[in-house]
């Protein structure tokens, strides 16, 4: 009976489709066997850990999936080619480098929802609307529950009393693994409009009172740092986050 011929060597190449990519971009690797004539099928691995199932050899070469997202930083790929019945084994492998994603900048603006018992709920709204991740609530630097998740680019507060004094409300977006942090705070002015004149006295209605009018003594909330012209209409807010009716100043 004669031996079964030796098998021949084999040598595979690993080529990357880049060898630096930006995180979470996709990616792949292609393996080349020769000769050509070799039968079979290729293991890819990252950082020594089998990824995805052996790839067959078309025409001598093998493709993998796109790669997963991969934290920033130098990673080893590598190709095994598992032989066939005519040629050995052989592998490859090579350095990938991963440089880390320039986060995109966000902005955080900040609004109030009415809420039971005359109290408020702050909301947050971060954009892009793709940004995750958390936003921290504080009245006067004291955190009012723990971070709200966002949802859609929105988080929400726990109900807060805003009634009294002059309250400073913050909302603090975390950040992301692909968006920067942001935050926005509003001030919130309780005013209480001056008393209306007591009535005077007119010389031209035989001593008759004529009567003066003034603005409501109601209390009202501004966010701070609003500016007033000659003619401007001034929005007012309600500490519960409700327009009232705009108010001409002369």
Same mark, same amino acid.
Request: aromatic share 4%.
């Given at each position: 009976?004669?031996a =079964?011929?030796?098998?021949?060597?084999?040598?595979?190449?690993?080529q990357?489709?880049?060898?630096? #990519?930006?995180?979470?971009?996709?990616?792949?690797?292609?393996? !080349?066997?020769r000769?050509?004539?070799?039968s079979?099928?290729?293991q890819?691995?990252?950082?020594?850990?089998?990824?995805?199932?052996?790839?067959?050899?078309?025409? %001598? #070469?093998?493709? @993998?999936?796109?790669?997963?997202?991969?934290? +920033?930083?130098?990673?080893?790929? $590598?190709?095994?080619?598992?032989g066939?019945?005519?040629?050995? =084994?052989?592998?490859?492998?090579a =350095?990938y480098?991963?440089?880390?994603?320039?986060?995109?900048?966000?902005s955080?603006?900040?609004?109030?929802?009415?809420?039971?018992?005359?109290?408020?709920?702050?909301v947050?709204?971060?954009? &892009?609307?793709?940004?995750?991740?958390t936003?921290?609530f504080?009245?006067?630097g004291?955190?009012?529950? %723990? &971070?709200?998740?966002?949802?859609?680019?929105?988080?929400? @507060?726990? &109900?807060?009393?805003? #009634?009294?004094? $002059?309250?400073?409300?913050?909302?603090?977006? @975390?950040?992301?693994q692909?968006?920067? %942090?942001?935050?926005? +705070?509003?001030?919130?002015?309780?005013?209480?409009?001056?008393p209306s004149?007591?009535?005077?006295?007119?010389p031209?209605?035989?001593?008759?009172?004529l =009567?003066?009018t003034?603005? #409501?003594?109601?209390?009202l909330?501004?966010?701070?740092?609003?500016?007033?012209?000659?003619?401007a209409?001034?929005?007012? !807010?309600g500490?519960? %986050?409700?327009?009232?009716?705009?108010?001409?100043?002369?």
């Amino acid at each position: 009976v004669a031996a =079964p011929a030796a098998k021949k060597d084999s040598t595979t190449e690993l080529q990357l489709a880049k060898s630096i #990519s930006t995180a979470g971009e996709k990616t792949y690797f292609v393996a !080349k066997v020769r000769p050509e004539g070799a039968s079979g099928a290729v293991q890819f691995k990252i950082d020594g850990a089998n990824f995805g199932s052996p790839v067959p050899l078309s025409g %001598g #070469s093998a493709r @993998s999936g796109d790669l997963p997202a991969l934290a +920033a930083g130098r990673h080893t790929v $590598s190709a095994e080619y598992g032989g066939d019945l005519q040629y050995k =084994p052989s592998s490859a492998s090579a =350095p990938y480098d991963v440089a880390a994603a320039e986060k995109l900048r966000t902005s955080t603006s900040l609004t109030f929802e009415k809420a039971a018992d005359g109290k408020s709920i702050a909301v947050a709204t971060v954009r &892009p609307e793709t940004a995750t991740g958390t936003v921290q609530f504080s009245v006067n630097g004291t955190d009012v529950g %723990g &971070p709200a998740q966002l949802q859609a680019g929105v988080a929400r @507060s726990l &109900p807060m009393d805003l #009634s009294k004094g $002059s309250p400073t409300v913050k909302a603090i977006y @975390s950040g992301d693994q692909n968006h920067q %942090g942001s935050g926005a +705070a509003v001030h919130l002015d309780r005013f209480e409009p001056e008393p209306s004149p007591k009535p005077t006295k007119s010389p031209d209605h035989g001593g008759g009172v004529l =009567p003066r009018t003034g603005s #409501s003594a109601v209390p009202l909330v501004v966010a701070a740092g609003m500016l007033l012209g000659s003619g401007a209409a001034l929005l007012r !807010k309600g500490r519960n %986050g409700e327009d009232c009716q705009p108010e001409v100043q002369d």
